[in-house]
């Protein structure tokens, strides 16, 4: 295991991220503590130190578990968990972005995972009616106070990601190092902005969905079933056209696809630390094997061309000929643009 810097920070996390949503049984399909502990160790035995949960995840018991594994060597590990999701049914203020929730839960989640302070914590999702400055303020003062180290944004669009740092960047308080999306070669969406973006303000990404809720496995081209509808965009013909290709290049390369998915998105984006996630510990051996190769240019190619998307505007029109001929004067090819 090789490490990474978080962003704009000198926090050293490992290339690749565990995702111990499946940590606790509550939902219906994770791992008990006793696999969970086994998912965990085989991780930490391969050099891996970036744990990544959230208040919501199994009803508390995946920060349980995990602040039961981490007790023995807490500074060791960086533990990343997140605020915004419900923890109360019938309550607004048990859910949301606001300070109220923010402090409640983070107190909440240094209690599940009996430890004083948390590495990195996330705004998990945004909601839509929190003031920036409220959030950006609330955070800094959780790190002023030692409960927080870095902090984090998740599934926020990309103008309030960019907002919210440079207020920060402005007022002086602690900015968000690292991006949290959905990423891989059946969603693509995040190149448009949010990958952009994050290369400008120099974020980390820590893309989750990287094979595609097990699409990229190849397991629908295979005629297993899943929770997935048959037309949702993990099932659909363009995803299945993908899924066959990633099994082509895995089979080429004599790896699993799996595999091919997660490289795809490590060799695809900078300072990225992919989200892997298992329910038995032979699934996180297998994601780990990804470090032992990389996916030659041909056939990251082959696997960008087969899920390529439209930028749309105004992308798409800024790369026109016709636009940069007018806007550089006939001189495009003639400039070295290293922020390009």
């Known amino acids: ?3 990474k810097l978080l962003g704009k920070s000198g926090l050293r996390v490992s290339e690749l991220c565990l995702g111990t949503m499946t940590f606790g049984t509550e939902w219906g399909w994770g791992a008990d503590q006793q696999e969970s502990k086994k998912i965990f160790d085989t991780y930490a035995n391969a050099g891996g130190n970036f744990l990544d949960t959230a208040n919501r995840y199994t009803e508390g018991s995946s920060e349980r578990f995990l602040g039961d594994f981490i007790a ?3 500074d060791h590990f960086v533990v990343a968990t997140k605020y915004a999701l419900k923890d109360r049914n019938g309550d607004p203020n048990f859910a949301g972005n606001h300070r109220k929730n923010m402090i409640r839960s983070v107190n909440e989640s240094l209690k599940r995972l009996n430890t004083e302070f948390i590495d990195l914590f996330w705004l998990h999702m945004w909601d839509n009616t929190t003031p920036v400055d409220e959030i950006l303020r609330g955070l800094d003062d959780l790190i002023s106070s030692g409960k927080v180290q870095y902090i984090g944004i998740s599934d926020t669009p990309a103008w309030v990601v960019s907002q919210a740092n440079t207020i920060a960047e402005l007022r002086g308080w602690s900015r968000f190092v690292a991006l949290q999306i959905e990423y891989s070669l059946i969603q693509r969406a995040a190149e448009r902005d949010l990958l952009p973006m994050a290369k400008a303000f120099d974020m980390a990404v820590t893309p989750w969905g990287v094979i595609g809720g097990g699409a990229l496995t190849g397991k629908y081209l295979r005629g297993e079933a899943g929770r997935v509808p048959e037309h949702s ?3 659909n013909s363009r995803s299945l056209d993908i899924a066959q290709e990633v099994v082509n290049v895995a089979t080429e390369l004599g790896v699993l696809p799996a595999q091919v998915a997660i490289n795809w998105a490590r060799q695809r984006v900078a300072n990225v630390m992919p989200i892997v996630g298992a329910r038995h510990v032979t699934q996180l051996k297998e994601s780990l094997e990804c470090l032992a190769f990389t996916i030659p240019a041909e056939m990251m190619t082959r696997l960008d061309e087969v899920s390529k998307i439209e930028l749309g ?3 798409d029109f800024l790369a026109s ?7 550089f004067g006939g001189m495009f090819d003639k400039i070295q643009n290293h922020r390009g």
């Open 1 to 3: 295991m090789n490490y």
């Open 313 to 315: 505007f105004p992308h």
């Open 233 to 235: 965009i993990r099932r």
């Open 321 to 327: 000929e016709g636009v940069k001929e007018v806007a």
């Open 72 to 74: 023995a060597d807490r």
